[in-house]
């Protein structure tokens, strides 16, 4: 996760997704009145499942997918 900073006043910023084609990114403070626009792309990711590792009876590791 990515926490935005105003460049300003150092107050979180807040990041709305507009979803246009191509989507815009509009990050607005929400102390001050500094806002940003940026255009985007479309990235698609597939997700890559992390085995769980939990640990059982005298150190065996055991692997769930
Ligand atoms: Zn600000």
Same mark, same amino acid.
């Given at each position: 996760? &990515?926490?935005? &900073?105003?460049?300003? =006043?150092?107050?979180?910023?807040?990041?709305l =997704?507009?979803?246009?084609?191509? /989507?815009?990114?509009?990050?607005?403070?929400?102390?001050?009145?500094y806002?940003?626009e940026?255009?985007?792309? &479309?990235?698609?990711?597939?997700?890559? /499942?992390? /085995?769980?590792?939990?640990?059982?009876?005298?150190?065996?590791?055991?692997?769930?997918?």
């Amino acid at each position: 996760m &990515i926490e935005y &900073i105003c460049p300003e =006043c150092g107050a979180k910023v807040n990041v709305l =997704c507009l979803t246009s084609l191509p /989507p815009i990114y509009r990050y607005k403070c929400s102390k001050c009145s500094y806002e940003y626009e940026e255009k985007s792309n &479309i990235t698609q990711k597939v997700i890559a /499942p992390i /085995p769980m590792m939990t640990l059982t009876k005298h150190d065996e590791f055991t692997v769930y997918y």
